[in-house]
């Protein structure tokens, strides 16, 4: 049946795409007048205006460069070319809007100039990937140049001969079409993000020259059977509520090449209904990427990301604008354009600006979300509880997912943490300086996957300095986590579980957090990390931390004098320990501050453990890494259980030198019932009793258990306190 459709669609696009009345790829003439008419009464829409024409009017007269490709990412030829189809596509805006042929022609000595040189480039010098690009280091900034000169193409091809048409079409886009379709052809045909800017890159090269063949191949994949090309990449790189696998970084990249080709295809034959697609999926792409950001709009840096990068990026200014002239207004989008303060010149961006002129101070709503992974929704997941609201916001990031294809890390069953717009329990991301060519020209550094990637960087457990898989790529995609259970329906007490039995041969883990608003303002994270195993292993359970020591309950020796590595391979080789302490005692404590509040984790040692202070910088004679804290348990056991609380408390004024409830709340943590079926834990704070229960095995909702003490429940869990169920 999907083959079928697929087939429908190829005929019906063919036979409509072979005659258009240009511009047509991004914007048409009736969105340019209606853009035109509207400039003078939304203040964002004439803003965004005049920095196009700040921008372009005073190169008019210039000679743009386009040289020879010889520098990798961060150097002269990389940003000049990355530069010249931005300032094409804004010049073609700014020629449709205004109706002046300088700009007009501006796009075209540019293009002319690349006409001349791309049918004798060959792989760029600095390449090193398997898939390098011709203009760039890497086929995918390539890809970049395609989509944006395709569609600057279209906006100003009406201004050509037939003649100039000739001489761009053959010379600056057919070699470049015929290497990633052809001699890239395996990677064209990937289900990958880079795969996705390619795609849309063919695809508006072939609707701004009228070619079907670059079309179908973009739409079809090269073979033009639907199983590759773009449409298979909107049915197998997100889960069905809008969860792309490597992260919500990712998202925010490869949206950016869905929505301009989407656009591009609606335009043209608004009969495939594109962005209804598998359930209006880039609408929920959208959403998903969206609430997967922290406060101030910076997204969750999951597997290889920036941590700089937010939702302020072309990216995602782009797609709004388009996907609000499609799906109509949002509220969480308007909030979104409101921080983004400019849109893009279209239709879409106007209508945004009218909607910010009528409607300012909009609020983002980020609410409690569960993201499933996988093409079917049935390859883990990631969850995000969440407690309070604007600044007072608490986001508590649990991820049991799929590795995440070539960016994914070894971190399965990880947690991080934010609170009060601040990341708290932190995970490094990735060790890359985009666009500084001093730093391994601008590309991922060797630390990224010897350090970054790595379990021990993460807030999960290792067992035997070992990170999962091994730390191989290939065979952490064979496996995802599982969900075991989760319930969000009482903001006071949000819980998660995952399971994981794939990550080390012979180890079982199962993981359950909890985000609890204890009575009286205070609120806790409960996690209950337990393994399972045959056999005695060395567990570490690391906490990378944001924030400044302030006290910790046991005494520890330090090595200022003589620092020596955590261990020798698998990251530990980039972990300084700074400080250790054996700890016997039923609790350790440790607090820290990170800008005005205090955060303690409490942590269960039933029988003893060791404790590590670290920070990341060793081996590193480059300062690649930054250097970040970690507190880490170590215990040797068969089938340990961690229990660890972390407490969001107090308030510090460094203005007027005081602080307030500085200390913990919490008194002991006590495992009260611990056998092959289920758990309790009991926890002292402020004076009344916080217990939890959880089963092992039996996870189902309706199953009825007792524990020894006599507690009841219905359900895989229970948590009470001060006597009361919550």
């Not at 600095?126 to 890497?138: H, L, V």
């Not at 990170?467 to 064979?478: R, T």
């Not at 608003?517 to 195993?533: M, Q, T, Y």
């Amino acid at each position: 049946m999907i083959r079928l459709l697929y087939i429908f669609c190829f005929v019906l696009f063919s036979l409509f795409c072979t005659a258009q009345q240009h511009p047509v790829a991004f914007i048409t003439k009736a969105d340019a007048a209606f853009v035109k008419a509207n400039l003078e009464k939304y203040p964002v829409l004439q803003k965004s205006f005049r920095e196009l024409k700040n921008q372009i009017d005073p190169l008019l007269t210039q000679d743009i460069d386009v040289p020879f490709p010889k520098d990798p990412a961060g150097g002269y030829t990389h940003d000049r070319h990355k530069a010249n189809y931005m300032l094409m596509f804004n010049a073609g805006l700014l020629y449709n809007v205004t109706g002046d042929a300088k700009y007009a022609l501006f796009v075209k000595n540019i293009l002319k100039k690349y006409a001349a040189m791309n049918p004798g480039l060959k792989n760029h010098p600095e390449a090193t990937s398997s898939s390098p690009g011709r203009i760039f280091w890497q086929a995918l900034n390539d890809a970049n140049w395609m989509l944006y000169s395709g569609l600057a193409y279209d906006m100003v091809r009406n201004s050509f001969t037939t003649a100039e048409r000739k001489q761009i079409e053959d010379g600056a886009f057919k070699p470049e079409v015929d290497y990633v379709t052809r001699d890239l052809k395996d990677w064209f045909n990937l289900l990958h993000n880079h795969a996705v800017w390619a795609c849309a890159g063919v695809g508006a090269i072939g609707i701004a020259t009228d070619n079907k063949d670059y079309i179908d191949m973009a739409l079809y994949g090269t073979t033009k059977d639907g199983k590759k090309g773009f449409l298979a990449q909107m049915d197998n790189l997100f889960s069905p509520d809008g969860y792309y696998t490597e992260g919500p970084y990712y998202t925010r990249y490869a949206i950016l090449p869905y929505a301009l080709l989407a656009n591009a295809v609606n335009n043209t034959n608004p009969g495939i209904k594109i962005f209804e697609h598998r359930d209006r999926i880039l609408f929920k792409a959208l959403n998903t990427c969206l609430q997967q950001t922290n406060i101030n709009g910076q997204f969750f840096p999951l597997n290889d990301a920036l941590k700089e990068k937010d939702y302020t990026s072309n990216e995602l200014v782009t797609a709004v604008d388009i996907f609000w002239k499609v799906y109509g207004p949002n509220n969480n989008w308007l909030a979104v354009a409101e921080k983004q303060d400019r849109v893009i010149v279209s239709r879409g961006g106007a209508e945004v600006a009218a909607a910010l002129a009528a409607k300012p101070g909009a609020k983002m709503n980020y609410k409690t979300l569960e993201s499933t992974d996988g093409v079917k929704g049935d390859e883990g997941g990631v969850s995000i509880l969440r407690a309070g609201s604007g600044k007072d916001l608490t986001s508590l990031i649990f991820k049991y997912t799929s590795h995440g294809l070539s960016h994914g890390h070894f971190d399965k069953l990880n947690i991080n943490l934010f609170d009060h717009g601040n990341e708290i329990l932190t995970d490094y991301g990735s060790v890359r300086f985009i666009g500084v060519e001093q730093k391994y020209g601008g590309r991922y550094l060797p630390e990224n996957t010897k350090y970054a990637a790595q379990t021990i960087a993460h807030n999960t457990l290792v067992a035997d300095e070992t990170s999962h898989f091994n730390g191989i790529g290939e065979e952490g995609e064979k496996y995802h986590s599982d969900k075991l259970y989760n319930n969000f329906s009482n903001p006071d007490a949000l819980v998660i579980a995952a399971k994981d039995e794939h990550a080390y041969s012979n180890i079982a883990m199962q993981r359950q957090v909890a985000l609890i608003n204890i009575p009286g303002g205070k609120r806790l994270v409960v996690d209950i990390f337990e393994a399972n195993s045959q056999s005695a292993h060395q567990y570490d359970l690391p906490f990378q931390y944001n924030g400044q020591l302030i006290s910790t309950s046991f005494p520890y020796r330090t090595f200022a004098t003589s620092l020596q590595t955590l261990g020798s391979k698998n990251g530990y080789q980039f972990l300084w320990k700074e400080a250790e302490a054996d700890v016997k005692a039923p609790m350790v404590q440790f607090t820290f501050l990170n800008q005005a509040k205090f955060y303690t984790l409490s942590s269960l040692v039933p029988d003893s453990a060791k404790i590590f202070l670290t920070r990341s910088g060793a081996n590193d004679p480059n300062f690649n890494l930054r250097r970040e804290p970690a507190f880490i348990i170590r215990r040797k056991d068969t089938s340990p259980v961690f229990v660890n609380v972390l407490e969001i408390h107090g308030d510090y004024d460094s203005v007027n030198e005081f602080s307030k409830d500085a200390y913990s709340s919490i008194s002991s943590i006590a495992m009260i019932e611990n056998n092959a079926d289920q758990l309790l834990v009991e926890i002292i704070t402020g004076g009344k009793k916080l217990q939890l229960a959880k089963m092992k095995k039996d996870f189902s909702t309706t199953s009825n258990h007792t524990t020894a003490g006599g507690l009841t429940w219905k359900g895989p869990y229970a948590i009470w306190y001060d006597g009361k169920k919550m």
